[in-house]
């Protein structure tokens, strides 16, 4: 989820927490818990900071060791040490589950985003997403702030986030069977598709779809379950091109290909300068796929730029090679 609705998450926990007789009859730990929640909701971005570095080092590394099962009992710990400081007369064993429930539910809303997590580590660099919630959902983030309100106006914190989390539990059990009904429904339409990636987007009945065939990438969207291809191309195996071999090499392009589960590829050679170009067909929008990985190479194979990343346009694109180094 983004920060924001990981920010309200924790608020909730904090009050859902008074629900705890040590929590509810002792103030202090109550105000420690609260803390405990909130930093336990963000805790696990932390890794957005790789962002700073580029863009190569963030897509291999976020939501990867920072949710994985070491972290999520690390995080509970740090952060309740930590506030135990602050607060010496905090019950530290329920500040320190509280926090850790905090932190193990964020990795778990985590799982049913498009991007997912490598939640499993040590046991498996697998990454798991679900594919049912998009990053942002304004409905989970409006009932959050709907819960934090009533709680301002006097409600009980308890029954009230109890309450709100019943609502949005079933809320997730409506977007997962409306996902299965959309998956059903390109099935129909095309029941050779040997495997179909499914993300949500900001309205309930809308989904993006990418699908791989024998021979086809097909790009997709569901509006109320009703399918609407967009684009087709031909499933063409990576070509042996000493350019693209030089390509692989780019940490943008490596990064880009260990994070890509469908992509369609351009290799460009020129007489002074060539180009390789990978395509995720996950997110088209607005007629634009707009995560990319690009590589210049000289006419020796040498590196001259790279980039990957989020681009909406063609001259953003050019621009951000312009200024990056090779």
Known sequence: MDTGTHFV???AIGGLATLDPAIGEHSVTAQAVLFGA??????PDIDTVLKL??????IRNH????????????????????????????????????????????VFVDLFNAYGTQAIRPFSSKWVAFGIINTFDPIIFGIHIAGIILWGFGLPPGPTFVAMYIIIVIYYVLRFIERNKVK????????????????PTLRFHRWRIAILTEKEFIVARSHDRALTI?????????????VLDAAKHDKNLSAFLSFSPVYRFEIKEGKDISEVRFIDLRYRSNGYYPFVAVVHLDKNLNIINSYTGWIFSEEKLRKKLDILPG
């Open 230 to 242: 967009l684009d087709t191309f031909e499933r063409v195996p990576l070509p042996e091109s000493k």
């Open 63 to 106: 939501r990867g060791i920072t949710h994985s099962i070491p972290a999520v009992l690390f995080w509970p710990l740090l952060i309740s040490g930590f506030l135990a400081i602050i607060f010496p007369e905090v019950n530290f064993l329920h500040l320190w589950m509280w926090t850790f429930f905090a932190v193990a539910l964020h």
């Open 38 to 43: 909130i930093l336990g909701q963000q805790a």
């Open 53 to 58: 570095r580029n863009n190569a080092v963030y």
């Open 184 to 199: 059903h429904s390109v099935l129909k339409i095309l029941p050779d598709a040997k495997k179909i990636i499914i993300s």
């Open 9 to 11: 998450m924790g608020i």
